[in-house]
């Protein structure tokens, strides 16, 4: 943890001794604050798609676990996620949780929360991929990315065959609900866009958030603190956009997550419990009080 403490405040302490710090948090001051309500909103949208996607995970091994139970655990295990590096904490909650309620076989849950994070990897790498096509170019053989997205779903059908075949039959409702997800958090950093007053480079700017989200799983921060600002840093240079308002977008970012994560806390005062309605009958004797 001291590492990744000292990962935060160094990066930070990085990226804000290359810019105008003053303009940056002018930035956000000057913000339109109803567009920034709708982003936090929007977020919030895109977090209850994703609960519902886990829901369809978890039927496919039998959890038993209902709509409104399910989305309570999700909600508190982003409240864990917001603090605990690489966004992990809240998953490993969702298995021991289930674990203690139900007799479902571990591997099986853990195939479930694994593959739930890794199709929403996956929308990311698509919807970059489908971004490269509309901006200038910036990269190398960029007007070929667009292709490789057929590719990437040809991938992630084999891996779901070969590593997780009890999620076959969810394959298509699973991709197509990460892809939804995603682009709600892409319509997140839209609005917050929106809210600065930003009229050109709306495709770069969204290409380096998506990149950004990408980053933060790697975990050596404290809630993607850090990573996400040098993603942006860099990823400003790279596609010629205004540094001080991309650092203000990832920091408005992190602050619209934690807003939205934070209502956990509710369900971590009051932890979602088994009430006996939300199991499915081949289970019910098996749950433990």
Not at 72 to 89: A, D, E, S, V
Not at 129 to 151: H, K, R
Not at 209 to 222: G, H
Request: aromatic share 18%; net charge positive.
């Amino acid at each position: 943890m001291a590492f990744k403490i000292a990962f935060v405040a160094a990066a930070l302490w990085f990226v804000f001794s290359k810019i105008d710090g003053k303009s940056v948090f002018e930035t956000i001051r000057n913000a339109n604050p109803l567009v920034i309500v709708a982003s936090v909103v929007m977020f919030a949208l895109s977090k209850v798609v994703a609960a519902f996607r886990l829901k369809y995970l978890f039927d496919a091994i039998n959890v038993g676990m209902g709509y409104k139970l399910n989305l309570k655990l999700y909600w508190l295990c982003m409240f864990y996620n917001t603090f605990l590096p690489g966004g992990i904490g809240g998953d490993g909650y969702k298995v021991w949780w289930i674990q203690k309620f139900t007799n479902v076989n571990t591997k099986k849950v853990l195939g479930a929360v694994l593959l739930d994070r890794g199709s929403g990897l996956h929308a990311i790498v698509i919807l970059a991929l489908a971004l490269t096509f509309f901006i200038p170019y910036a990269m190398p053989m960029q007007q070929w990315y667009f292709t490789l997205i057929p590719v990437a779903y040809i991938a992630l059908w084999f891996v779901v065959v070969a590593f997780f075949p009890n999620y076959k039959g969810e394959f298509f409702r699973i991709s197509g609900l990460s892809l939804i997800v995603q682009i709600g958090q892409v319509l997140t950093a839209f609005f917050v866009l929106l809210a600065f007053g930003v009229e050109m480079n709306f495709l770069s700017y969204l290409l380096v958030f998506l990149i950004s989200s990408i980053a933060i799983i790697i975990p050596v921060s404290i809630g993607g603190v850090g990573l996400r600002e040098l993603v942006f840093f860099y990823g400003s240079q790279w596609f010629g956009l205004h540094t001080e308002t991309s650092i203000a977008l990832a920091l408005t970012i992190y602050f619209v997550t934690v807003i939205v994560n934070f209502s956990g806390v509710y369900f971590f005062i009051k932890t979602p419990q088994y009430d006996g309605t939300n199991m499915k009958e081949e289970q019910s004797e098996t749950l433990l009080s």
